[in-house]
């Protein structure tokens, strides 16, 4: 049972059942254990999540909870006798053929998924879940019993616990040594003397190891863009890895030069607008605005101390008021003034620069009618040059049109060979670049699907190579006393075996089916010998007083033994419940009752007292 327990435990590992390495049978199995590992076989093969995979902690709610259980298990189509006592009562042999028919009818998507599971982010996953599910287990110490956070569990292992110590992660971009690549002395210099190890270039030491998780993440996010990019349009591109990394550089170059060139002629329009504002502004600072008024110089000589005695009288509030409100009225009117100007300056301006781009505008035309007239000019003087010796002129200008014409129609002849020619190895180079466009078409999307392949066959060698970590993680773990040739020995040893049982099964049905046949051919012959017998006895018994005694005689006989085939028949019944009753005697002692009963009774007890709280409540409450 043993090879059978550890296929049963590394199947229930492989879904999720939160079972210790340490545990090696189904007897050792918990109760929490059991009805988790059960619930997730049943919700694998239901392929629903309906029964919980914990317990609850009031005592109704765990009948409850294996009720449900039973009777899932049951339209699942378990035939042997099932309820809650087989999962909150257990005994090892129930739990063992419980748990072999459950993960018999685990579907194979889930035990295909099991490699999966294991590989990747799931494993990490339920690694993490299993530590979490391990750590809530543990008991809780306060602050002052743990040195720097660090708590002490019961089997000798250390664990962070609490936040008091907890570092915030704070990242920081370290530098490290090119390694690829043609390497200068001067960056080598720098790299031995200058550069500082990655331990010293983070401002803070404890954020180490945050800087060295931050600049590998980004060192891995930007390797996978830049592969993303050379796979979409790097390879559509037809061009070398080297070469189009040249022309994205020298765009990105040249994207900036246009920028810059965009911002400093942007920046000299500001600066000549800001120009014309500051002369606007000195235009109209002469204005007459930083006067002190007459309301201030009053105000002056009232907290002013009188130094001659014949100073003049202060001015009462109300004449001080009405001189603030002309004051004011005044300043109002010079500000609206100032207003008026300003708009009609602006209104100038935008006029002005209105008129210059217009005049400039016809200058340009202007230019352009100057430079065809020149034209016209130096073609009307060259004619009016050959006026004087006209006749001898015209000659001449015949002999060279003449000569241009002949000349202008050999170069067209042989413009028109040539032109053929080249035509003709124009569409020849055509069709070949068309060809050549379509192979290499062909091979771009052959390279692509090479892409494909080779990245969905990396990505099956990563889970491969985690599912064969974690096998090998298992197997060091397995017990390695025993080899493959003795595992091996012992299957063919009970092969051998339950041939040799099923030999004999058959031989001995065999034999009951001889000795049954037998039975009934004498049973039947006995019958009918006893008819004959009776029938001849009885003619006689009539008139002889011997044969009426031998009558009586018989019918005792044949009484007497049927009763005794009745008493063996009997016997044998009695003997067979005999030994149905040992072997359920056998059966019980098994399932362990002295133990269920002591949990039956302290559940029986913690129930009574969730009654007695639950009425409790109900009396306070009414």
């Known amino acids: ?82 309820g809650y006592n087989t999962f909150l009562y257990s005994n090892e ?53 743990k040195n720097g956070g660090i708590a002490r569990t019961m089997d000798n292992s250390m664990h962070l616990e609490g936040t008091s110590d907890v ?23 720098y790299n031995s003397q200058t550069m500082r190890v990655y331990t010293e ?48 550089q020298s765009g990105i170059k040249q994207k900036m030069i246009n920028l810059l060139r965009a911002a400093v002629i942007r920046s000299e329009a500001e600066g000549k607008k800001e120009a014309d504002m500051d002369k606007f502004l000195d235009e109209f600072a002469d204005a007459d605005i930083g ?21 003049p009288k202060a001015a009462t509030e109300e004449e ?13 009117a010079g500000v609206t003034e100032a207003n008026d100007k300003f708009e009609a300056l602006k209104a100038e301006v935008m006029k002005l620069m209105s008129e210059i781009e217009q005049l400039e505008k016809n200058s340009n035309e202007l230019d352009k009618t100057n430079s065809e007239k020149e034209e016209e000019y130096k073609t009307r003087k060259r004619v009016l040059d050959y006026l004087p010796d006209a006749e001898n002129n015209i000659v001449k200008l015949k002999g060279v049109v003449d000569a241009n014409a002949k000349r202008l129609v050999a170069v067209a002849g042989k413009w028109e060979s040539r032109r053929v020619e080249l035509f003709k190895t124009y569409r020849g180079l055509r069709r070949s670049q068309e060809d050549a466009e ?70 001995v049905l065999q034999d009951t089916r001889i000795v049954q046949k037998d039975l009934n051919t004498v049973t039947e012959r006995l019958s009918r010998t006893y008819h004959v017998t009776d029938e001849m006895i009885f003619k006689d018994a009539k008139s002889d007083e011997t044969c009426r005694r031998a009558y009586k005689f018989l019918a005792s006989i044949h009484e007497n033994c049927a009763s005794m085939v ?57």
């Open 93 to 145: 042999g129930e739990a063992r053929q419980l748990l072999m028919w459950l993960i018999e009818r685990l579907p194979k998507e889930s035990s295909e998924s099991t490699t999966e599971i294991l590989a990747g982010k799931a494993l990490v996953r339920a690694n993490l879940s299993k530590e979490i599910q391990k750590r809530m287990e543990y008991m809780w110490s306060p602050s002052f019993c």
């Open 566 to 622: 009745q008493s063996l028949e009997d016997t044998a019944a009695i003997t067979r419940e005999i030994r149905e009753l040992e072997d359920q005697i056998e059966e019980e002692s098994r399932k362990n009752m002295e133990e269920n009963s002591s949990r039956i009774a302290a559940d029986l007890k913690a129930m009574k007292k969730e009654n007695q709280a639950l009425v409790a409540k109900i009396k306070a409450s009414m």
């Open 438 to 507: 379509g192979v290499a078409k062909q091979q771009m999307e052959k390279i692509k699907e090479l892409r494909q392949e080779m990245k969905g066959m990396a990505d099956v060698a990563k889970g491969k190579d985690s599912v064969i970590k974690q096998l090998e993680n298992e197997y060091e773990k397995m017990d390695k006393s025993a080899s493959r040739s003795a595992y091996t020995r012992r299957i063919l040893e009970i092969v051998r075996s339950i041939s040799k049982q099923r030999d004999e099964i058959r031989k």
């Open 320 to 332: 001080l008021a009405k001189q603030r409100e002309e004051e004011l009225a005044a300043k109002q």
């Open 291 to 311: 006067k002190e008024s007459q309301f201030r110089n009053q105000e002056k000589l009232l907290h002013a101390q009188e130094e001659n005695e014949n100073a």
């Open 1 to 82: 049972m043993e090879e059978v327990d550890g296929i049963i435990l590394m199947q229930l590992r492989q879904i999720g059942t939160n079972i210790p390495d340490n545990v090696s049978s189904v007897k050792e199995i918990t109760t929490d254990q059991l009805v988790e590992g059960c619930a997730r076989c049943i919700n694998a093969i239901a392929g629903n999540e309906n029964i919980p995979t914990k317990l609850p902690g009031a005592m109704s709610a765990r009948f409850r909870v294996g009720t449900e259980m039973a009777n899932a298990v049951k339209e699942l189509g378990y035939m042997t006798e099932i």
């Open 167 to 189: 570092i915030n992660f704070r990242s920081f971009n370290v530098k490290a040594p090119r390694l690829q690549g043609k390497i200068s002395k001067a960056e080598k210099d």
């Open 201 to 248: 270039q983070p401002p803070v030491r404890r954020t180490v190891g945050a800087a060295i998780v931050e600049t590998v993440g980004a060192s891995g996010t930007q390797a996978k863009e830049w592969q993303q990019e050379w796979e979409s349009k790097g390879v559509d591109s037809g061009l070398s890895e080297q070469d189009y990394k040249s022309k994205k």
